[in-house]
Nanobody, 122 residues
Framework: QVQLLESGGGLVQAGGSLRLSCAAS????????MGWFRQAPGKEREFVAA????????NYADSVKGRFTISRDNAKNTVYLQMNSLKPEDTAVYYC???????????????WGQGTQVTVSS
């Protein structure tokens, strides 16, 4: 099994940037397709971005396209989410997820981290 640990969350003003990291342990992430999801208070968890094992495919939710970038460094066993031009509506707990099968925006990933809080003030 792979264990996932998110970091990099925090409080930022609107228009600012944050970079989230998802560090994997137990298995190399080169075997996994990775996704980022978020859940705002009182809302359902939603898809943010996904990246395939070989980094051939990257998908984004329409709400973050052009502002967020997902990337991976298999040598560091880490996946990143660079978030620019942040908006108050980006406030949420952000989770990374892993699956050996490419499922893109589906929430059926096998492995999940505990999440990191991102708060964007107006």
């Amino acid at each position: 099994q792979v264990q996932l640990l998110e970091s990099g969350g925090g409080l930022v003003q609107a228009g600012g940037s944050l970079r989230l990291s998802c560090a994997a342990s137990g298995r190399t992430i080169s075997s996994y397709n990775m996704g980022w999801f978020r859940q705002a208070p009182g809302k359902e968890r939603e898809f943010v971005a996904a990246i395939s094992r070989s980094d051939v495919t990257r998908n984004y939710a329409d709400s973050v396209k052009g502002r967020f970038t997902i990337s991976r460094d298999n040598a560091k066993n880490t996946v990143y989410l660079q978030m620019n031009s942040l908006k108050p509506e980006d406030t949420a707990v952000y989770y990374c997820a892993a699956d050996t099968i490419w499922i893109g925006a589906s929430q059926d990933y096998d492995y999940w981290g505990q999440g990191t809080q991102v708060t964007v003030s107006s």
